[in-house]
């Protein structure tokens, strides 16, 4: 019987690929009937291939059966001689055989990165784009990514739909802006990048194997984005660079029995050396430039954090970046991790002062600083402050976290 694994697998590194260059070839509009049929090619896959065994070239054999279903419906449609034909442009025209669907490694490469942009059009909202990413350029099934949000399968679907519709009328085009557009429309997809990968890497599903696939998706659209000049910028890089950082100490966050194992007591051999190495070359190639977006900084301080060295002169640069980061785009979230650092640096009574002016009384990260700052000054405000960040927290093994550091004290 065949690999359920390696099927499930295939699906999802040629699922966007496939969707990708029949949408190019015939337009947006008709993304739906894409992954329809790229979900009959796999089913004729399944079937076929549990008879006669793998193809010696999977990939191949799905690209021709997908090419063959492709033509045969938009033949049979009439929507090719009425509506594909006349509204050729010369992006995606093939002179020699206009009916033809190029599965070319270029044309895959050009098509994908098309509908990432397409699909990161200002025009549908941050969650829909990400939720697009996931099903369109990631091959995420409809229940992963139910579970992703935390949701229901209806719900994603009419996001989905309703996403797609707003494809339709705003008429976004699967090209590439125009060289003047580009670095502005690559911040839009440089973001929904990192809100992909903070869905995978801080996510509230206790799915693993998920949590990391949307990692690693997030960080493979991010590459794709160095293979083209217009777009391998050095902010592109300093994003890749952050992903690399935080995701070398993915394996090292979980414990044996699911629990969240803070930083300071991570074992440092559980960390990727590869992929820290790895952000170390990006974000050397990222600073060849003369910008200094977020993602450097945030690059740096997740660099920072690749040492498990605890001095006052790190933290002490570790707040310097904060501060310049908060100078360049303010959040409560990166106020918060600059208290932190405060108070590595500088002592609980000084961090306290900082973070009582935050008040971020929804926020259960805002009550584990408090219970920490309060833990070496006073016990029953540490407690008070644990119990109300365990109430507001959002997963069970970060509830069982707090509830360890309250029986602590």
Known sequence: MMEEDFLKHLFQQEFSKIVAVIS???GLQHIEIAEDIVS?????ATETWSEKGIPVNPAAWLYTVARQKALLYFRRNKIFEEKVIPNLNQNNYIEDNPSEISFTKQNIKDSQLQMLFA???PAIASEAQIGLALRILCGFGIDE???AFLSNKDTINKRLFRAKEKLREEKIQLELPSENEIPKRLDNVLRIIYLLFNEGYYSKTQNQILQKDLCIEALRLAVMLTDYTITNLPKTNALI???CFHSSRFDARIGSEGELILYE???EKKWDKALIDQGIYFLS????GEELSTYHIEAKIAYCHCTKKDTKEKWEEILQLYNQLL????????ALNRTFALYKADGAQIALHEAEKLKLENNHFYFILLGELYKDLDRNKAIEAFSRAQTLAKTTSERELIKRKIEQL
Do not use: G, H, W
């Open 285 to 288: 190639i990222s600073a060849k």
């Open 119 to 121: 699909i990161c059009t």
């Open 327 to 334: 100078f360049i785009n303010y959040s409560p979230a990166a």
């Open 24 to 26: 190019k070839r015939f």
């Open 265 to 267: 007591e991570q074992d």
């Open 40 to 44: 009959e090619t796999f089913l004729v």
């Open 241 to 243: 660079a952050l992903m």
């Open 145 to 147: 990514i139910a579970e």
